[in-house]
């Protein structure tokens, strides 16, 4: 494995490796930010609903205006001014403690709690797919680099040998269009490696941005080789993968958070018992003739018991609905399990054949070398021809750059199996 590091070599270049790009990730990225700040609210949301055990305290204070009353016979004849005090008051204080809701309050606390869970595998979800995200620019940027390099010394060869064909051409042994044709050749690649620069400058733009680097910070990516780990069979990413992929775990928080939802239909169906205690300071007397202008306190406690009658033909309703929420659910993650394991199978696939890939192309670049350096001793002495030379050249750019190639498209395979495997970050 790439070894850990992550160090400004100045204020504006930045040096990393794969394992340090994502610890950058799953500290600084705005997303992950974006997920730690939902998980800190529902954590909060705890809080709220275990405070459901709580006392409920509540105080009414109410003034008005009273006016004069009427006193009637029975008949409605014989009416009578009753003159009242016109100032009134009502001071109310109650207090409820809550002692059996039917469940409905451990409920609440239990789906606040699976709600926590849940944004708590956000922020592993988060950090793996921005991971891989920054790793894919991460490993196209250290590509482009490695490319850029293998121009460069391409580059530097052909100026040689045009400088060889140039003195040719003087001593009368070469012709002018074999030094133009290694020019063209120059020409091309120079503007082969300024669009190289060019791809280098968006995806160091964009990586910088992913991993919270002010603008115009230099990635320099590692030029160590990568060492892949102990070759795990496929099975092992399997289970790695129905054990600790993040979109799984939340798919069975859900079903867990339905459940929870459903104990909470069922509670509606049970009656809710507290204890009351509370006084009241009202004035005047009004039932009293005539009014007595004075208030009257009186306090009571008690236990209170309601029951929803309409539960009995709507909580039913909402059960069955839960129940297939559930079952939805169930279906959903059976889905998504074997989608995970497909693309665990290919990109296992996709590492083994990254390997062989490696494994060939090393080859290639070494059969390449052999080539060009026989060719090249035979041009020397007059013995090859050009297009020989320009042949050998050609095959030695296109071996080194496919081993360039072949050594990222390793590491990101490898990365990508971590990924889909839910493993990325462990």
């Not at 794969?18 to 949301?45: F, I």
């Not at 929803?308 to 039913?316: A, D, N, P, V």
């Amino acid at each position: 494995m790439l070894c850990a590091c992550a160090c400004g070599l100045n204020a504006r270049e930045a040096a990393l490796d794969a394992d340090s790009v994502l610890r950058r990730v799953a500290s600084v990225n705005a997303d992950v930010k974006a997920a730690r700040s939902d998980y800190e609210a529902a954590v909060q949301g705890i809080a709220v609903a275990k405070s459901a055990k709580l006392p409920t305290l509540s105080a009414s204070l109410n003034l008005n205006y009273l006016g004069d009353g009427t006193v009637l016979d029975r008949d409605f004849s014989g009416a009578m001014r009753d003159k009242l005090p016109h100032f009134g008051n009502t001071l109310e204080v109650n207090l409820y403690q809550p002692i059996y809701h039917g469940g409905a309050i451990t409920a609440g606390i239990e789906m606040a709690q699976i709600k926590a869970d849940m944004a708590k595998i956000g922020i592993d979800r988060q950090a793996e797919a921005s991971g891989i995200d920054a790793l894919a620019r991460y490993f196209s940027l250290m590509k482009m680099h490695n490319l850029k390099k293998v121009y460069a010394e391409n580059i530097s060869l052909t100026r040689r040998l045009i400088e060889n064909m140039a003195e040719r051409h003087r001593q009368g042994t070469a012709l002018k269009n074999d030094v133009t044709r290694y020019e063209l050749r120059l020409s091309s690649l120079t503007y082969d490696s300024l669009s190289i620069d060019n791809s280098i400058s968006v995806l160091n733009h964009d990586l910088a941005s992913l991993l919270g680097y002010e603008e115009g910070t230099e990635i320099v990516t590692a030029d160590e080789d990568f060492i892949l780990p102990e070759n795990m069979p496929e099975s092992w990413w399997q289970a790695a993968a129905a054990g600790s992929s993040p979109d799984l775990m939340a798919i069975d928080k859900a079903h867990t958070l339905a459940g929870a939802a459903l104990k909470l239909e069922k509670a509606a169906r049970r009656p809710s018992v507290g204890i009351v205690i509370g006084d009241q300071l009202t004035g005047p007397i009004t039932f009293e003739i005539p009014a007595i202008n004075k208030n009257y306190n009186a306090w009571y406690a008690g236990v209170s018991v309601k029951y929803q009658i309409s539960s009995l033909w709507t909580s039913g309703k909402k059960e069955k609905q839960r129940r297939l929420e559930m079952a939805h659910i169930q279906d959903q993650r059976d889905a998504s399990a074997q989608a995970i394991s497909r693309g665990v199978h290919q990109a296992y696939t996709a590492l083994t054949q990254a390997r062989q890939m490696l494994e060939t192309e090393t080859a290639n670049v070494r059969l390449a070398n052999e080539n060009y350096d026989v060719v090249q001793t035979r041009f020397d002495n007059d013995m090859a021809l050009l297009t020989d030379m320009l042949d050998a050249s050609t095959a030695k750019l296109d071996a080194e750059t496919r081993l360039v190639n072949a050594r990222i498209d390793l590491m990101l395979s490898f990365y990508k199996l971590k990924f889909i495997s839910g493993t990325l970050y462990r």
